[in-house]
């Protein structure tokens, strides 16, 4: 029986946890405190990212929950991305040596190019090809890349990535994408599988989880687990985060699957058009994440 604990194998012999929490819009308090009660209920998948801001906290919940659950580093997986400011060869070795300091890691288990930085991107992967080669990073994935910026990675480098993030929801299924990365051997983990908490309020899916007995969130998880994508649904509160991993004692028909597979919008166009999503631009920010990074971009000159 599927649990917790369940894992897929990605394209480089590497088993990931198919469940883990995400700690976006966590500050470094919050996260620590996520993350260390996440792993003392099980979890064994954290998903994090220079971007937030909470390297430290995430490293300082990872320690917290080994010590109380007596488990060691190897028994859980750790990510992080390359932030975009940090895009580039140079300047993604110089990063990930920091990141690793601030997660208090020696080896980090999946790295992702956060976003495809257009000019950037290739010598990125390039880098990260290297720390692979280099045994520090045991596997090496994108997010946010759609069927042609994949393309484009694919033709200039030599390792295929083991993992796609996209944001994926019921309002936000990236259909096309998801079965192109399966014909390549990509595995698609979704971001904002609770759209961020939109979703939650969805009628068909509140009637569905009254039907089962659970919660709304629980439903969406569990369609997600069922649609074969890796899940990091973010809280920082111990209630849901334990409420959010008990997904594994139901599943839902095929009819109940296909009421929330009609529910798509279409609703996320950042991907497909690139230039009006400012995490795009190198120089450009978003939100207070980028202000509370712990590295300054502007310290890299390319
Ligand atoms: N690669 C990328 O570009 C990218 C972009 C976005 C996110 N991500 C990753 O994906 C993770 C998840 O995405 P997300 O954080 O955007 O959104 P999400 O997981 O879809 O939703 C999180 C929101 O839902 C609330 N929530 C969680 N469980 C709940 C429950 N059982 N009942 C009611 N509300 C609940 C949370 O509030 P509380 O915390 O207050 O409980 C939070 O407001 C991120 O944390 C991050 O690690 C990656």
């Known amino acids: 029986m599927s649990n917790l604990k369940s894992t897929l194998e990605l394209n480089n012999g590497v088993k990931m946890p198919k469940f883990g929490l995400g700690v976006w819009k966590s500050n470094n308090t919050e996260a620590k405190n996520a993350v260390s009660t996440a792993i003392q209920n099980g979890y064994l998948l954290i998903d994090t990212a220079k971007q937030y801001g909470n390297e430290t906290g995430v490293g300082q919940g990872i320690r917290e929950g080994l010590q109380k659950t007596g488990m060691n580093r ?87 990535p083991t993992i796609n993030q996209m944001e994926f929801n019921p309002y936000n299924q990236e259909n096309e994408i998801l079965s192109n990365n399966k014909l390549q051997g990509i595995q698609m983990e979704a971001w904002s599988p609770l759209g961020g908490g939109e979703a939650l309020a969805d009628p068909v899916i509140n009637q569905i989880a009254v039907r089962y007995k659970k919660s709304v969130a629980q439903i969406i998880l569990r369609w997600e687990y069922q649609r074969d994508l890796v899940i990091i649904p973010k809280s920082i509160h111990e209630q849901r985060i334990i409420e959010n991993s008990q997904i594994f004692d139901f599943s839902l028909t095929d009819q109940d699957m296909e009421l929330i597979n009609n529910l798509d919008k279409g609703q996320d166009h950042r991907v497909l058009h690139y230039d009006d999503f400012k995490w795009h631009n190198p120089n450009g920010s978003w939100g207070d994440e980028v202000d509370h990074c712990e590295d300054s971009p502007a310290n890299y000159a390319d």
């Open 74 to 160: 190897k028994d859980i997986f750790i990510t992080t991305k390359v932030f975009n400011g940090d895009q580039g060869y140079d300047s993604t070795l110089y990063a990930f040596e920091n990141q690793l300091k601030r997660l208090n890691l020696n080896y980090l288990d999946l790295l992702l190019v956060h976003w495809p930085v257009d000019g950037k991107f290739i010598d990125t992967y390039k880098a990260m090809e290297t720390l692979y080669k280099n045994g520090r990073v045991r596997a090496l994935g994108i997010s946010n890349f759609n069927t042609e910026r994949l393309n484009q990675l694919l033709d200039r480098t030599t390792i295929t």
